[in-house]
């Protein structure tokens, strides 16, 4: 119970942040910089434990802070446009809401596990985290243009299943490092990673899927 509380007031704060880093650009470059900072200290700090030969640590490194550079530039390129802003926030809170509906369906229901390599998630959350992903897309996408299609709930999916391979590519670095969390920046979801770890592959994926196929 103790733990669901920080993990509602931390969420709640970061639904805030969100809605300042819509509206104030400022706030979105800070936020893309602080962020970004933290996350690769964690990734060193993952990938530390895991590879002992420093040209093999070197270069995954090396790759990380490339992609997350051009993943915050492009966000931030992007967001410049109104429009684009929109679809991006719309993928991003269906992000949100894959994990979210893994979180809370795989607790209820439970049932077989998923993987080997990440244990507390189960074949039921997956699922659910498909039809929160879906559903909500769904609505931001008819709030913004009073128009829904089956395309709009397909891209919904697709970017809940790129927002779970992203989640459990970073469960398997985890594992092999034998930690929990890449760290306690968040109470009660853990580090920066632990929460940008299906974003980093569900929003550009999703969003190219919607820029492809909408």
């Known amino acids: ?31 893309l910089l602080i962020l970004g900072i933290l996350a690769i200290i964690e990734f060193f700090n993952l990938t530390k434990n895991i590879l002992r030969n420093k040209l093999n640590y070197f270069f995954l490194n090396l790759i990380f802070i490339i992609y997350l550079f051009i ?5 931030f390129i992007f967001s410049n446009s109104y429009e684009l802003k ?6 991003l809170f269906a992000c949100i809401a894959s994990d979210t509906g893994g979180y809370i369906i795989g607790n209820l229901i439970g049932g077989p ?9 189960t074949i039921s959350g997956a699922i659910g985290s498909i039809i929160f992903s879906s559903i909500i897309f769904s609505i931001l996408i008819y709030f913004f243009s ?10 919904g999916a697709f970017t809940s299943l790129a927002c779970q391979l992203g989640d459990l590519f ?4 985890k594992r092999k490092a034998k930690i929990k969390d890449t760290g306690n920046f968040l109470p ?13 592959i569900g929003l550009p994926l999703g969003y190219f899927g919607f820029i492809l196929f909408y």
């Open 1 to 31: 119970m103790k733990n669901l509380k920080k993990r509602t007031l931390t969420a709640f704060s970061l639904i805030i942040l969100l809605a300042l880093i819509f509206k104030y650009k400022l706030i979105l470059l800070s936020s």
């Open 71 to 75: 993943f915050s530039l492009m966000f």
């Open 86 to 91: 929109i679809i991006l926030f719309c993928i």
């Open 113 to 121: 596990k998923l993987a080997k390599i990440s244990p507390k998630k």
């Open 146 to 155: 009073n128009n829904i299609n089956f395309i709009v709930m397909i891209i």
């Open 170 to 173: 970073f469960s398997y670095l």
């Open 188 to 200: 009660g979801h853990g580090g920066v990673l632990d929460r940008l770890d299906g974003i980093l």
